[in-house]
């Protein structure tokens, strides 16, 4: 079975643009979490979605937007990047959607913004 | 509110030597579930274990064996015999079931093993 799958792997981009992540979760997995890594605040959970609807957020700006698609597939954009969103963006994975269930991870998009 | 702390930032060890790292957590809520993941250079986290809050056998994976304590709050993961391609950083996570919250994690642990 595939695992989690995420494009592209490395982007780099200037402030003030914008940027799109994808995110293809195993098949069979209605749940899809995303989440930021940098080295000062650790991992950081952004938002959740299931069957296409955001069921969580956690505590970051508007900048950050996200969608899922009826095959499950994920999006997450960040608008007017700053210098501060350069960060390695991890997406995960469950089966149902229950945070009790284990999120499998994929490889992760590292964002650097110059 | 939920924290994991992993108190050790790096460990260093020789190969083939024994080394456990420390996860200590805090929740309110009485059903819970704990998770550690490793996370080689390459970025990907890696799912190694669930357990939930019932459950406070220790399990054994091969070189892997983990020791839930619900006395001290504490599930530690110790690798037996390490080998070079342990090294990595490991997370210890949280997730409470009854108030369904995303995963908490601890701020992890550098593990290098030195051949």
Redesign the interface.
Known sequence: KAGVTQTPRYLIKTRGQQVTLSCSPISGHRSV?WYQQTPGQ??Q?LF?YFSETQR?K?NFPGRFSGRQFSNSRSEMNVSTLELGDSA?Y?C?SSRDG???D???????T?LTVL | AQKVTQAQTEISVVEKEDVTLDCVYETRDTTYYLFWYKQPPSGELVFLIRRNSFDEQNEISGRYSWNFQKSTSSFNFTITASQVVDSAVYFCALSEWKRNTPLVFGKGTRLSVIA
């Open positions: 979490s650790g991992l959970f959740e969580n956690g390695l991890l995960a229950t945070y009790t284990t999120q499998y991870f994929g490889p992760g590292r």
